[in-house]
């Protein structure tokens, strides 16, 4: 039996199909019943709307430890996708309890319960921080805690020490960490903000490097790595290394919309984080724009993926072979 966390999110509900379609027995947990829907709407996006009434729905949330305990009976393997994604300041509490807290009762559970393996999703925004000669980050680069990082960064990273804790106890685990992924079915939420952005009219680019996956490679991957013998690993998921302008501009083509065309200078951001601060505070709305989101809008750091392509030897696709049908939604 497998359990999948954040069932109903966008790397969750993708893959309780490639786990269904390999006729594997899942439970899947959620919160809430409203967000069953969207997974209901990724399986007829696969034409598989047949194996959705195969999942085993259990209600329960992974900061109530108690509610845990029927949704981990019988189980022997467990993806973890569920996190809040947040860059709001404001969020910081909520992070740490679900992003750090929630995963450990995850990891704890694991040990109670005898559980074979554990798959956790983390970021790449959870990886090291390169020295000030280095361009390329991997897996071993070390994160240094002086730089400046966002809450989210922090609790993916709290995350991760979590995981491995639990591995150093006998938990066999694999962590995987995505870039920016891109999938069907959430197109308010994540990648999909993105879309919408140039969707409607955005103007505005930075000079920065964006590391983007499709979600479908996200979930091979993470099958694969189960299966495998791979034990105590973490592994950069990314299909591609582009410039955002060059994403942006694709996106725009695609949805035949005007391409941004103005630069959003270091200096221009700089003044806009803050005036969105003020903005936030006056009309009390959540943060569009951080410190933190405009100076990784500017990096132009290179994620290295020979790890993974060493371990499984998958082949990401390229953004037009899964954008253009990601964009038909819009």
Same mark, same amino acid.
């Given at each position: 039996?497998?359990?999948?966390?954040?069932?109903?999110?966008?790397?969750?509900?993708?893959?309780?199909?490639?786990?269904?379609?390999?006729?594997?027995?899942?439970?899947?947990?959620?919160?809430?019943?409203?967000?069953?829907?969207?997974?209901?709407?990724?399986?007829?996006?696969?034409?598989?709307?047949?194996?959705?009434?195969?999942?085993?729905?259990?209600?329960?949330?992974?900061?109530?430890?108690?509610?845990?305990?029927?949704?981990?009976?019988?189980?022997?393997?467990?993806?973890?996708?569920?996190?809040?994604?947040?860059?709001?300041?404001?969020?910081?509490?909520?992070?740490?309890?679900?992003?750090?807290?929630?995963?450990?009762?995850?990891?704890?559970?694991?040990?109670?319960?005898?559980?074979?393996?554990?798959?956790?999703?983390?970021?790449?925004?959870?990886?090291?921080?390169?020295?000030?000669?280095?361009?390329?980050?991997?897996?071993?680069?070390?994160?240094?805690?002086?730089?400046?990082?966002?809450?989210?960064?922090?609790?993916?990273?709290?995350?991760?020490?979590?995981?491995?804790?639990?591995?150093?106890?006998?938990?066999?685990?694999?962590?995987?960490?995505?870039?920016?992924?891109?999938?069907?079915?959430?197109?308010?939420?994540?990648?999909?903000?993105?879309?919408?952005?140039?969707?409607? !009219?955005?103007?505005?680019? @930075? $000079?920065?490097?964006?590391?983007?996956? &499709?979600? =479908?490679?996200? /979930? +091979?991957?993470?099958?694969?790595?189960?299966?495998?013998?791979?034990?105590?690993?973490?592994?950069?998921?990314? !299909?591609?290394?582009?410039? @955002? $302008?060059?994403?942006?501009?694709?996106? &725009?083509? =695609?949805?035949? /919309? +005007?391409?941004?065309?103005?630069?959003?200078?270091?200096?221009?951001?700089?003044?806009?984080?803050?005036?969105?601060?003020?903005?936030?505070?006056?009309?009390?709305?959540?943060?569009?724009?951080?410190?933190?989101?405009?100076?990784?809008?500017?990096?132009?750091?290179?994620?290295?993926?020979?790890?993974?392509?060493?371990?499984?030897?998958?082949?990401?696709?390229?953004?037009?072979?899964?954008?253009?049908?990601?964009?038909?939604?819009?």
């Amino acid at each position: 039996m497998i359990l999948v966390t954040g069932a109903t999110g966008l790397v969750g509900s993708h893959l309780l199909v490639k786990l269904l379609q390999e006729n594997e027995e899942v439970k899947a947990l959620f919160r809430s019943e409203k967000q069953i829907d969207n997974v209901k709407n990724v399986f007829s996006f696969y034409n598989q709307v047949a194996l959705f009434d195969k999942i085993n729905w259990v209600k329960g949330d992974i900061t109530d430890i108690p509610s845990l305990e029927l949704a981990f009976k019988d189980v022997d393997y467990v993806y973890h996708c569920a996190a809040l994604v947040s860059f709001d300041p404001n969020d910081e509490d909520e992070l740490r309890k679900i992003n750090i807290e929630g995963t450990a009762n995850i990891v704890n559970c694991c040990i109670d319960f005898g559980v074979k393996k554990l798959c956790h999703v983390s970021s790449i925004a959870a990886l090291g921080d390169p020295k000030e000669h280095e361009t390329t980050i991997t897996e071993e680069t070390e994160w240094n805690p002086e730089e400046l990082h966002s809450d989210y960064a922090i609790t993916k990273y709290g995350a991760e020490m979590e995981v491995f804790r639990g591995h150093q106890e006998g938990l066999e685990v694999v962590i995987v960490n995505p870039g920016v992924i891109f999938g069907f079915g959430f197109p308010k939420k994540g990648s999909g903000v993105i879309i919408q952005s140039v969707k409607s !009219g955005n103007p505005f680019y @930075t $000079k920065g490097n964006v590391g983007i996956v &499709a979600v =479908e490679d996200v /979930v +091979k991957c993470m099958i694969q790595l189960m299966k495998s013998n791979c034990n105590g690993e973490r592994f950069t998921l990314v !299909g591609e290394n582009i410039e @955002t $302008k060059k994403l942006l501009e694709f996106i &725009a083509e =695609e949805l035949k /919309v +005007k391409n941004p065309s103005i630069e959003a200078t270091k200096s221009m951001t700089s003044i806009a984080w803050r005036v969105d601060w003020l903005i936030s505070k006056i009309l009390n709305r959540k943060r569009k724009l951080t410190k933190n989101t405009v100076a990784a809008s500017h990096s132009k750091y290179h994620f290295d993926t020979s790890k993974i392509k060493n371990e499984i030897n998958i082949d990401f696709q390229k953004k037009e072979d899964y954008l253009k049908s990601i964009l038909k939604e819009y």
